[in-house]
């Protein structure tokens, strides 16, 4: 199971951490990532990372603003953004997927199995 929590509503230029704690007891195989829905659009690829941590990948929009990483022994991920952007306003989720080297990565929502239901982010300009 995975919980995301850290959303609410920022002012553009503001800075947001959010975090996604998973129960279980495997957590350091998995790969992890965030993805986010904007109202009326679909889901897009926010940020991958490796179950080791060593590898990550970022979407163009948030390239050198976000930063995605792991605390194995807290069975936790997090996403720290900062510069936010009104068009960064969507439901941001976390999402996992098992992978058999330390690090592989995977940006395509498809290729996870489990989901969690989200965490709101507003932007305001």
């Known amino acids: 199971q995975l919980v995301e929590s850290g959303g609410g509503p920022v002012q553009a230029g503001d800075s947001l951490s959010l975090s996604c704690a998973a129960s279980?007891?495997?957590?350091?195989?998995?790969?992890m990532a965030w993805f986010r829905q904007a109202p009326g659009k679909e889901r897009e690829f926010v940020a991958a990372l490796s179950r080791s941590g060593d590898s990550t990948s970022y979407s163009n929009s948030v390239k050198g603003r976000f930063t995605i990483s792991r605390d194995n022994a807290k069975n936790t991920m997090y996403l720290q953004m900062n510069s936010l952007k009104p068009e960064d306003t969507a439901d941001y989720y976390c999402a996992a997927r098992r992978s058999v080297n330390s690090f592989d990565l995977y940006v395509e929502p498809t290729t996870y199995d489990y989901w969690g239901r989200g965490t709101q982010v507003t932007v305001s300009s």
């Open positions: 279980g007891r495997a957590f350091g195989i998995y790969s």
